[in-house]
């Protein structure tokens, strides 16, 4: 099993015909993934080919759902246009937008985000994220589909490059699902909704969770942890050597006071019976003895 999307997953990409767009629609139809249409405001009823597929266009998402029966669809638009496209997505009652523009208006991503939490229908996941692969399965976003194979790890990451870093360290043992949530200030899917979900999906057997300075969410997800998750757990916080005051990285990535640490999320993680590798690498390697423990 898998969360969130699975080979059947039916996925719409939103500014296909921009260069972004077309390229990541051409590595998403590569690595398996149901691409069934695209979006573009004033350019529905052309038809694109990409990868050998006739791809129709649509103005908005409801045509798109109405025509190809879609349940997913990726944003691939430039940040200004990003907000009128999730809205115009969860308008169109989809389950599951994947946002993967960067630079978005913190405004903007609070206002879609509070109208999908008002209309009850629409998972987000980012913005300014990798997007989530289900090896083998699916794979909406920007993550590499060659770096790992289906396995029995779940992972859940601030960080896209760190994603790709722990799929590859553990690809012998290959990934139910890889899901990169985004390190903007404010994000759709949380550590805690992919700790749930990996909880809850029989086939992930330990979760890999990556996070980073700035904020409180991963002290959240430790009492999460503490008090729901069963499975076996490793960490990773990125930035133990970030200074005070200066935003690394990621938009929500910063360090105020005591308040956002390394060390202040890695004892909160300790403390909820969460492994913490001090690099990816020795992350990696304490979830692979767990493993082979069990």
């Not at 993550?143 to 790890?153: E, L, Q, S, V």
């Not at 890889?178 to 805690?192: F, K």
């Not at 006071?257 to 390394?262: H, I, M, Q």
């Amino acid at each position: 099993m898998t969360i969130f999307i699975d080979e059947n997953t039916k996925v719409l990409v939103q500014g296909m015909t921009g260069s972004e767009g077309t390229k990541h629609t051409k590595r998403m139809i590569a690595s398996g993934t149901k691409i069934v249409g695209g979006v573009t405001p004033g350019k529905g009823g052309q038809v694109v080919e990409i990868e050998g597929k006739q791809l129709p266009v649509f103005n908005t998402v409801s045509e798109a759902v109405a025509a190809t029966g879609a349940n997913a669809s990726v944003v691939f638009v430039p940040p200004k246009f990003a907000k009128a496209a999730v809205i115009d997505a969860i308008d169109a009652k989809l389950p599951l937008v994947v946002v993967i523009t960067e630079g978005i208006p913190v405004h903007d991503t609070a206002a879609f985000f509070a109208y999908s939490e008002k209309k009850g229908t629409t998972r987000i996941i980012g913005p300014n994220c990798p997007g989530l692969i289900s090896p083998g399965k699916s794979n909406i976003g920007i993550t590499p589909a060659d770096i790992t194979g289906p396995g029995k790890i779940g992972l859940v990451s601030k960080s896209g490059t760190l994603t790709y870093q722990m799929m590859y360290e553990l690809r012998d043992i290959g990934f139910t699902t890889a899901v990169g949530i985004g390190g903007d200030p404010i994000i759709g899917t949380t550590h805690i909704d992919c700790l749930r979900a990996f909880q809850d999906d029989p086939k992930t057997e330990a979760i890999a969770m990556i996070g980073e300075i700035g904020g409180d969410a991963e002290e959240r997800a430790a009492a999460f942890i503490k008090e729901y998750v069963t499975k076996p757990v490793v960490g990773y916080v990125a930035g133990f050597t970030a200074p005070e005051g200066k935003t690394m990285g990621h938009a929500g990535a910063i360090v105020s006071g005591s308040s956002g640490t390394a060390e202040a999320k890695k004892v909160a993680l300790e403390a909820a019976g969460v492994k913490v590798g001090k690099t990816p690498s020795e992350t990696a390697r304490l979830l692979r003895e767990i493993l082979s423990a069990k």
